[in-house]
């Protein structure tokens, strides 16, 4: 009975936490509307950040000080990618919390600090 009880309660969990992301949605264009950084609005500059997804499993993300560039995919509602700009080539991982037609929430940790980046998708 208790491994019943088990099943029925841990199934719905298992759907919430292994969503696929529709790639289709990522594709284009995003910018950063702001940053949550341990549970407040930072202004790191982050404003001035822009992803572009391309179908071809390529990306890049630019912010003033910063460039990458490289290959991505995604698994389980996660976003997966390696900069191949740069010679460490890390593999990066990154939640999406939320995607649809015109905005995205990110959830992603910087050298142990969480943060949340909402984006919306340019009009380019």
């Known amino acids: ?47 001035q950040a822009t992803f572009n997804f391309l179908s071809n499993g390529t990306y890049t993300y630019e912010i003033s000080y910063y460039k990458e560039a490289g290959n991505y995919t995604t698994k389980d509602g996660k976003l997966y990618s390696t900069d191949t700009l740069n010679s460490d080539r890390i593999e990066k991982v990154v939640r999406v919390v939320q995607i649809t037609a015109d905005s995205m929430v990110l959830e992603m940790n910087n050298a142990g600090i969480p943060q949340i980046w909402n984006c919306f998708k340019s009009s380019k």
């Not at 309660?9 to 759907?15: C, E, K, R, V």
């Not at 594709?27 to 407040?40: A, F, L, N, T, Y």
């Open 1 to 47: 009975m208790k491994l019943k009880i088990l099943l029925i309660f841990s199934i719905p969990f298992l759907i919430f936490t292994c969503k696929k992301i529709d790639e289709t949605l990522l594709h284009g264009e995003w910018k950063v509307d702001s940053m949550i950084e341990k549970g407040k609005a930072t202004d790191k500059g982050a404003e």
